[in-house]
């Protein structure tokens, strides 16, 4: 009986402190703390919240900021020297993350931006999730961030073949109310 007690104490110890080493962030977030949290939830509205975000997504876009195929001034000394690995670790980390709602667009936007999110919904989901991986989660972002990324995709600062398309008819003055629409939505 004694013995069970002891080996039952043993693997009880070793569940909780796996646990506990399974919750610290790994080594490679620590440079992207300041900006993103550890957690992957932004305090500063300019910048994405990526907790919870699809880890295809987030590695597609670590990958190519690394290689200069999206240039962000503010990423890029940390990018460049991050290894394959790195990449799949940070991806892997922020992707199991709790996301965050931001909710911190205009409220008397959001009734307009949801009417004109019709032209997002083919890729990004009804509410702001789409189905593939390889497509960012809009839902609960940062307004300021969507609005900002949405005018880099207008004037050719962020390239996609299918963002150009979407937004090449849409005011500007409308990004702030489609920012504000998705940023309200639950994840």
Known sequence: MKKHLIVGAALLAALVTGAAQAEAPPTQVQACVACHGANGV??????????????TY?????????????????????????????????????????????ANGDAGLVERGRQLSGGCTACHG?????????????????????RTQLQAYKHDVRIHPFMQAAVANVAEKDFAALAAYYSQLQR
């Open 42 to 55: 932004s305090g500063t509205p300019a910048w994405p919240n990526l907790a919870g975000q699809h880890e």
């Open 126 to 146: 009804y509410a702001g999730k789409p189905v593939a991986d390889a497509w960012p989660i809009l839902a609960g972002q940062h307004a300021a961030y969507l």
């Open 58 to 102: 987030l590695a597609q876009q670590l990958t190519a900021m690394r290689a200069g195929e999206r240039s962000n001034p503010l990423m890029d000394p940390f990018v460049q020297n991050l290894s394959d690995d790195d990449i799949r670790v940070l991806a892997s980390w922020y992707a199991a993350q709790e996301p965050a709602t931001a």
